[in-house]
Nanobody, 124 residues
Framework: QVQLVESGGGLVQAGDSLRLSCAASGRTFSSYYMGWFRQAPGKEREFVGG????????YYADSMKGRFTISRDNAKNTVYLQMNSLKPEDTAVYYC?????????????????WGQGTQVTVSS
């Protein structure tokens, strides 16, 4: 069992940066592939990116490449999403998720555990 709690969301202006954190409970955090998703009002949940066990390899949706960076600190049971040059279209609830194993996936149903989400609002 893994419990995930996101933090770091808020209201920012276009062009600003924001770092989201996702703290995980459980002693086997390093056994989970971690993903970030987002969901804007009226839209489907969208894959942002994910990161493997060691944190050595991150994978991003094409539209997220270049502005978003995912990292993890297994000693702190925490995964991060650094977002730069934010745009109003980045406004969404951001979720972290965990799937057991080290298999990269952009499909939400693959993920076993989800956080409650943190709101990010980018004003123009």
């Amino acid at each position: 069992q893994v419990q995930l709690v996101e933090s770091g969301g808020g209201l920012v202006q276009a062009g600003d940066s924001l770092r989201l954190s996702c703290a995980a409970s459980g002693r086997t955090f390093s056994s989970y592939y971690m993903g970030w998703f987002r969901q804007a009002p009226g839209k489907e949940r969208e894959f942002v990116g994910g990161i493997n066990w060691s944190g050595g390899t991150a994978y991003y949706a094409d539209s997220m490449k270049g502005r978003f960076t995912i990292s993890r600190d297994n000693a702190k049971n925490t995964v991060y999403l650094q977002m730069n040059s934010l745009k109003p279209e980045d406004t969404a609830v951001y979720y972290c998720a965990a799937t057991f194993g080290n298999f990269r996936s952009a499909a939400a149903p693959v993920y076993d555990y989800w956080g409650q989400g943190t709101q990010v609002t980018v004003s123009s």
